[in-house]
Nanobody, 114 residues
Framework: QVHFVESGGGLVQPGGSQRLSCVAS????????MSWYRQAPGLERELVET???????NYADSVKGRFTISRDNVDNTMYLQMHSLKPGDTAVYYC????????WGQGTQVTVST
């Protein structure tokens, strides 16, 4: 069964950095694109970044230049390195493969605040 476990969230001050991790299981990780999503309170879940099986990446304009997505196909792990964090980045962050079914994990909470 496809399964995702996110970690690395927490409280960070504006301008700070955080690195999120996602461990995936239940499928051939290296064969699929992977994405990070986030959901802020009262808002719909939004796509943040994607890394394809080729290694090519796509970023939402809101995080371009601040966030970097990467993957380790040996450890079936995806990362999101976040810099210059803003209060508007506060959300629960989820990882997901670019396929079906979409079995969402618990996510990891990132709070950017003083």
């Amino acid at each position: 069964q496809v399964h995702f476990v996110e970690s690395g969230g927490g409280l960070v001050q504006p301008g700070g950095s955080q690195r999120l991790s996602c461990v995936a299981s239940g499928f051939t990780f290296s064969s699929y694109g992977m994405s990070w999503y986030r959901q802020a309170p009262g808002l719909e879940r939004e796509l943040v970044e994607t890394v394809l099986s080729t290694g090519d990446t796509n970023y939402a304009d809101s995080v371009k230049g601040r966030f970097t997505i990467s993957r380790d196909n040996v450890d079936n792990t995806m990362y999101l390195q976040m810099h210059s964090l803003k209060p508007g980045d506060t959300a629960v962050y989820y990882c997901m493969w670019n396929a079906l079914p979409k079995n969402w994990g618990q996510g990891t909470q990132v709070t950017v605040s003083t």
